[in-house]
């Protein structure tokens, strides 16, 4: 990389005029293949012909950076623009002239601070794979008036999405002194079929009380080619995206494109999942808020079921594929009786299974409550969908909602088989928990992941996601975030604290453990090796890290 010592030189354009390097960059004519050649630094591995074929069209995987140091060391690197335009000038970070850091005796971030992956470790143990620490660095690679930066989010909503807007916006603002800023309306599609808005930390004041996003959303609408030349149109130079998995890999096709180009362009995320089921970092933004929120449904179906006589409350969260708002509500809640979810199988007829065991709660407390993820008994409900061949009208089978369909198994059970009389309330606060603003917790979240993927891409990384991971915010390549799911371990001490705070049943044969922790191996070993570059050679660098 280069240095900042003096005055950057700027580079000439072909005719001998001075011109910046932004302008001499983003005027290179657009390019369909990956026929962008440059010299790689040495910790880079050559680019493959191998192609990935996605929704998001056809292009090359990214060449993943390994480098490694003593001791089993390992370092799953980020891009960095230099590493395809390795001639571009650095200028000092305009926060060491700024009064509100000046009493801070450390604030710059070492280039060779790294993040572990996995903390708790034997003494015989290789340090094992790392992650590059965020923060702010000496030297960027933007100049404060050359930067014109867009933000866009993507996908469902959650809490805490305008407050990471706002403190991209402020940080870019009050940290760099950036004042070209441009909110991308309605998701990807507004990139090439919206107009933009002017983003200004006046605009964006209290924007942090509102739920939602001020800049709108969308799902789908990925179109890598018209995204790029739009990018380039405008003359855009950093792009904040905030998403869940699948918009993290259309922003990591976005900087593929971007980089076939020879564009000085940072694509940056930040993971957004309400789920909380985006692998490798410790957590999402707006899940304490959804955590907390999903306490006051709980305490609503608990009082009502409280209030009969065999009294049966059921509470349906999110949680598609992952059900960690549903095991946090339950044990924050200490009210419930019985949780499900996707991870955790379960049946509902004879010995040992739901019925029974809604039997034994009833005639011991005269009422119970059930909290649901959505994604809980999707093979039960398939089976039944089967049974009762309902179809649309393309012949396509049906979907129940899990809450409605446990609900009416609930009713049919205890009318035929016990002849029971029930009082049963079905609550489904989804779309209540996910318009609800950040609170006090999320808030200073949202804050420092936003600061984190700013000082990022000023620092010249790209193509990356923040994050935080073992307490330490990071920025970790696009590719390792998308490539696994976050799941609740049904073998681990957190679901043994759930399964003894309710009482209920684990529902888990032998056979259930024995795949739940063949399927635990197996994402750990993922997750622990460094990726591969895709002609299956891994790459070693020669720095000191």
Request: glycine share 10%; net charge neutral; hydrophobic share 35%.
């Amino acid at each position: 990389m280069s240095s900042g010592g003096g005055e950057p030189q700027e580079p000439q354009s072909p005719t001998g005029r001075r011109i910046r390097d932004f302008e001499f960059r983003n005027s290179l004519p657009r390019v369909r293949s990956a026929s962008f050649s440059s010299a790689a630094p040495e910790t880079v591995a050559k680019s493959s012909a191998a192609s990935s074929t996605s929704r998001f069209g056809s292009y090359a995987q990214a060449t993943v950076k390994i480098v490694k140091g003593e001791f089993g060391y390992v370092l799953e690197d980020v891009p960095h623009l230099t590493d395809y335009l390795p001639d571009l000038p650095t200028y000092p970070n305009p926060l060491q002239d700024n009064p509100a850091y000046s009493v801070v005796k450390q604030y710059f971030v070492d280039d060779d601070d790294t993040v572990p992956k996995k903390v708790v470790v034997q003494k015989d143990n290789p340090r094992g794979l790392h992650f590059r620490r965020g923060g702010p660095r000496q030297k960027v690679y933007f100049q404060t008036d050359d930067v014109h930066a867009c933000i866009v989010t993507c996908g469902g909503l959650c809490p805490g999405l305008n407050t990471v807007i706002r403190e991209i916006v402020c940080g870019l603002s009050h940290m760099y002194g950036v004042n070209k800023i441009s909110g991308i309306e309605g998701g990807y599609r507004g990139f090439y079929a919206r107009n933009t808005i002017h983003l200004t930390p006046k605009s964006v004041n209290d924007i942090h009380k509102r739920g939602g996003t001020i800049l709108g959303t969308s799902r789908g609408g990925h179109d890598t080619c018209k995204i790029v030349d739009n990018i380039q149109d405008r003359g855009i130079n950093q792009v904040y995206i905030i998403g869940g998995d699948g918009t993290q890999k259309g922003a990591a096709a976005i900087f593929e494109e971007i980089r076939r180009h020879g564009l000085k362009v940072a694509v940056a995320g930040i993971p957004k999942t309400i789920d909380n089921d985006i692998a490798v970092i410790d957590k999402s933004f707006g899940f304490d808020t959804a955590v907390e929120e999903a306490q006051r449904a709980i305490n609503a179906a608990h009082v009502e079921a409280g209030s009969v006589h065999n009294g049966i409350g059921i509470v349906k969260l999110m949680g598609r594929y992952s059900g960690f708002i549903a095991m946090y509500a339950t044990l924050a809640s200490r009210d419930v009786d019985c949780c499900l979810i996707p991870e955790s199988p379960f049946y509902l007829e004879g010995p040992g299974g739901l019925y029974e065991y809604m039997e034994k709660r009833l005639k011991e407390n005269g009422h119970m409550v059930i909290v649901v993820a959505e994604g809980a008994g999707q093979d039960l409900i398939e089976e039944s969908m089967k049974a009762m061949n309902h179809q649309d009208a393309s012949g396509n089978k049906l979907l129940l909602d899990v809450g409605l369909w446990l609900s009416q198994g609930i009713k049919n059970y205890f009318a035929s088989s016990t002849k029971t009389e029930i009082n049963l309330k079905y609550i489904d606060p989804t779309y209540m928990i996910r318009a609800i603003p950040s609170n006090a917790s999320d808030n200073v979240y949202c804050t420092l992941l936003a600061h984190s993927v700013v000082h990022g891409a000023m620092a010249g990384y790209t193509g990356f996601t923040a994050g935080l991971v073992n307490g330490r915010h990071t920025y970790i390549p696009f590719e390792r975030v998308t490539e696994t799911r976050n799941k609740v371990v049904i073998t681990d001490r957190m679901w043994a604290r759930l399964l003894s705070s309710t009482n209920q049943p684990s529902f888990l044969s032998s056979k259930d453990v024995e795949e739940a922790n063949t399927a635990e191996v197996q994402v750990k070993q993922t997750e622990e090796q460094p990726k591969q570059t895709v002609d299956g050679e891994k790459v070693t660098g020669n720095g000191s890290i």
